[in-house]
């Protein structure tokens, strides 16, 4: 039986060695089921993430050039919106 939890540090510690992988290769490699590993994949393309990319018919996944191998992907997502607010300093 194939695991429920899909753990984000194993998806992205994956494609940081294999990038261009597939669902299907992920799904491989951890062992859950391909619908979740298609689910988690997206959410974390809609994060920026990950990017994916359209080959003949069939999604490759790889990293984005700022994400940290093992951050937590919630870590990531805060640091690009953190990087996106211009910062304001009040002069007295």
């Given at each position: ?58 999604n490759h996944y790889q990293l984005l050039e700022n994400t940290a ?24």
């Amino acid at each position: 039986m194939s695991r429920k939890f899909i753990d984000d540090d194993e998806v992205l510690s994956f494609l940081s060695a294999n990038p261009g992988a597939t669902a299907i290769d992920v799904q491989k490699h951890i062992g859950a089921t391909i619908n979740g590993v298609r689910t988690k994949l997206r959410k974390m393309v809609v994060a920026r993430i990950v990017e994916s990319k359209r080959i003949n018919g069939c999604n490759h996944y790889q990293l984005l050039e700022n994400t940290a191998v093992f951050g937590s992907p919630n870590q990531a997502l805060l640091n690009s919106l953190l990087g996106r607010v211009q910062q304001r300093r009040v002069s007295l």
